[in-house]
C-alpha cells in the first residue's frame, strides 16, 4: 500500500512583524510576562495583498517548486484553516485560482489547530486508494483579523501565516500511523464564531462571539494531557519508544506547554523542534511552518521517523507518525 510521502514543503510569512513591546503600547502587558508564560517574542500580521489564500498559494508555489512539479500537476488541494477568505467559496478554491491547479478539486477543513495532522491523515487515505494522486495540503491562518485587540489574554498568543506541503505516494516512505480524537463537548473552552452568528445560543447573549475566545488554564491543562496521551497511544500502536524518533513536531501553541510534554514524555531537548518564539500559534500554519523550516535546513535524513502532535479547538488532538 501507497503512504503519503513529502515531495516538497513551502511557507509564507507575512511581512510585518509585531513585538512584545508593540503589544506593551495596546494592552496592559510587558515583554517579561509574555515571554515568561508563553515564550512568544514576535508574531506575524497579515497586511494587504496577504489574505489568507495568498499566503497559502504563496507557500504552495514553493513546495510545488521544491516538489519539481507544477500546479497542473495536483490533483487535490486541502486547505486546513479555521480563517477562511470567505465562508464560501472555500479557501481551497481561491488557492486553485491563485496558482492556476486547473486539474485538481479543492475544499477546506477545519480541525482548528488539529487541521494540518487531521489533512495528512486524510491524504494518506486518498493516496492509499489512489496512489497516483499529487495531494496539495495547506495549513493557512490570518488568525490576525479575528483577534480582539484589546484583550490581553488571547492577542498575544496568535499570529498569521501559511505552510505546505505536496504529497504523493511511496512504498517506504511517508505517514505511517496516526492517532485523531476530538471531543466536542468542550467546545465553549475555545472558539470563535462567525461574524453574524448562525447559532441562535450566542447570537443573542455573546456579541463577542466573532473573535477568538479563550479560558487559558484549562485549555493548557487538557493540551498536555491529550496530547502526551495522543503520543503514547501512537507509539504504543506502533510498537515505538521516544528512542525511536529522530525529531518531534508539535503544534507551536505555547513554550510552557511543550515544555511540559518534553518533561512528561522524556524528549531529549534536541528531538523537539520550537519556533513559537517567532510566529507565536498560527493555528493549522503552525506545524507546516516548522515543517519547512526542518526541511529547509537538512535536519533530517532518509528512513528517520518523525512524530508531528496538536491540539485545539473543538477539542481536536492527535499525533501522526512520518518515515522521512
Ligand atoms: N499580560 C499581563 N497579564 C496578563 C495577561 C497579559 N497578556 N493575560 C492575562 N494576564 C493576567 C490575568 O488577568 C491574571 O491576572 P489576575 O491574577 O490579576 O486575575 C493573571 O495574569 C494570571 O492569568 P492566568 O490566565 O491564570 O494566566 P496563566 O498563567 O494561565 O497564563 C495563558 C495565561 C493564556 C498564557 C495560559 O493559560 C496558556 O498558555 N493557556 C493555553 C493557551 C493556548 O495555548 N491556546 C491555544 C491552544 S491551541
Redesign the pocket.
Known amino acids: 500500500m501507497k503512504h503519503a510521502a513529502l515531495l516538497g514543503t513551502g511557507s509564507c510569512l507575512p511581512r510585518r512583524i509585531l513585538t512584545n513591546s508593540d503589544l506593551e503600547k495596546m494592552?496592559?502587558?510587558?515583554d517579561d510576562?509574555?515571554v515568561s508564560?508563553?515564550g512568544i517574542r514576535t508574531r506575524r500580521i497579515a497586511g494587504k495583498g496577504e489574505d489568507n489564500f495568498r499566503l497559502a498559494g504563496r507557500a504552495a508555489k514553493k513546495a510545488l517548486n521544491m516538489a519539481g512539479l507544477s500546479a497542473a500537476d495536483v490533483d487535490l488541494i486541502l486547505v486546513a484553516t479555521i480563517t477562511p477568505h470567505m465562508m464560501m467559496p472555500s479557501c481551497a478554491c481561491f488557492v486553485q485560482a491563485e496558482i492556476g491547479a486547473e486539474n485538481a478539486f479543492a475544499y477546506d477543513l477545519n480541525a482548528?489547530?488539529s487541521g494540518f495532522l487531521y489533512g495528512l491523515d486524510l491524504a494518506d487515505k486518498y493516496i492509499a486508494s489512489q496512489p497516483d494522486m499529487n495531494v496539495l495540503l495547506i495549513g493557512s491562518e490570518t488568525l490576525s483579523a479575528r483577534i480582539n485587540w484589546q484583550d490581553?489574554?488571547t492577542c498575544?498568543?496568535f499570529g498569521d501565516g501559511a505552510g505546505a506541503v505536496v504529497l504523493s505516494g511511496s512504498d517506504t516512505r511517508g505517514v505511517q500511523a496516526s492517532c485523531l480524537y476530538s471531543d466536542g463537548r468542550l467546545w465553549n473552552l475555545?472558539y470563535m464564531d462567525s461574524p453574524e452568528s448562525l447559532n441562535p445560543e450566542i447570537k443573542q447573549k455573546d456579541r463577542r462571539g466573532c473573535y477568538m475566545q479563550?479560558s487559558?488554564?484549562d485549555?493548557?491543562k487538557f493540551?498536555v494531557r491529550s496530547m502526551e496521551q495522543a503520543i503514547r497511544n501512537l507509539l504504543r500502536k506502533e510498537n515505538l519508544s521516544i528512542d525511536d524518533l529522530a525529531l518531534v513536531i508539535p503544534?507551536q501553541?505555547?513554550i510552557?506547554?511543550l515544555n511540559k510534554l518534553v518533561e512528561r514524555l522524556v524528549i531529549p531537548e534536541e528531538k523537539i523542534f520550537i519556533n513559537v518564539e517567532r510566529y507565536g500559534?498560527t493555528?493549522a500554519a503552525s506545524i507546516p511552518i516548522a515543517l519547512d523550516e526542518v526541511n529547509r535546513k537538512n535536519r533530517l535524513q532518509r528512513g528517520d521517523k518523525l512524530l508531528f502532535c496538536s491540539?485545539?479547538?473543538g477539542f481536536t488532538w492527535g499525533a501522526v507518525l512520518m518515515q522521512w
Request: glycine residues 10%.
Open positions: 494592552v496592559e502587558t510587558s510576562w509574555i508564560r508563553t482548528a489547530c490581553r489574554n498575544i498568543l475555545l479563550m487559558g488554564p485549555v493548557f493540551a503544534h501553541a505555547n510552557r506547554i500559534n493555528s491540539f485545539g479547538g
